[in-house]
């Protein structure tokens, strides 16, 4: 029966990336496309370009993608190091699991408090039009809109790291 799911998950995200594959995968040194994702709690919706000005971390997960859920307490760590959610930071994690009680679960469970944006891509669209074909994926989005960093597959927190620390240190302070 395990098995069997496991297949099923995997047919659903070769599928979500078939429906979602880019004309031109983003990459560093280009604007970032102008994603709308919902948030995971509510039926909010969040334009990617409305958080211009800030240094955005934007990662793409699941629940059932191991490296994700891990890359998720990096996250969390980042962000509290670089004062996320509070000025010059966003971190944003981007569930695509196909429905949201699982993400929501987790999030209840896991991430209480912390300083995360959580938002919900079910048709994995965004992930897509940023170029990805596999998660964990993970983004760094200057003030501006443009992408200076991106890794896919674990370990990406430790690559990006610098990257954001040299962000933050050149974007001036918040009034």
Known sequence: MEILSSLRRAV???????????????????????VSLQELRGAGEVKLDSLRGKVVVMDFWATWCAPCVEQ?????????????GKGRLEVVATSID????????????????????LLHDPDA???GALGAESIPAIYVIDG???????????????????TVEKLLEAAPAEP
């Open 144 to 162: 501006a809109g443009v992408i200076r960093a991106h890794h896919h597959g674990p370990g990406g927190v430790p690559e990006i790291r610098g």
């Open 72 to 84: 998720l307490e990096q996250l969390s760590a980042l962000s509290r190091d670089f004062g996320g």
């Open 125 to 127: 669209s965004g992930l």
């Open 98 to 117: 196909a429905g949201s009680d699982a993400p929501i679960r987790y999030a209840e469970e896991r991430l209480a408090g912390a300083p995360i944006r």
């Open 12 to 34: 659903f995200v070769a599928a979500c990336f078939a429906a979602a594959a880019p004309v031109h995968a983003a990459d560093v040194g280009e604007a970032a496309p102008d």
